[in-house]
């Protein structure tokens, strides 16, 4: 909320003991969303941090693609491409 402030989201990259991927292409019909995607400058997991100020929506789904969990990479990679 402060002037010039940038919005920073910590998370695990997946939780269920790894079964499950935080970063996920979409969200379920119903989903509560609380954050809007403009409010998002950075979003940090173990593998890394994801820059996703001023990007397109394909640059934003690379950037969380990298830091999302190895094992859900390839799974991600291809949903963005239909998507996007």
């Known amino acids: 909320m402060s002037e010039g402030g940038k919005a920073v989201t910590f998370l695990p990259s997946t939780y269920g003991n790894g079964s499950v991927s935080n970063i996920t292409p979409y ?3 119903g ?5 809007s995607r403009y409010w998002a ?5 173990e593998w890394g941090v994801a820059e996703l100020t001023g990007k397109s ?13 190895p094992d859900f990479r390839d799974e991600l990679t291809k949903a963005a491409k239909e998507i996007c």
């Open 41 to 45: 400058d950075y979003v940090i997991t």
């Open 27 to 29: 969200f379920e019909a």
């Open 57 to 69: 929506h394909g640059e934003r789904a690379s950037e969380l693609i990298r830091i999302a969990h």
């Open 31 to 35: 989903t509560l969303v609380t954050l």
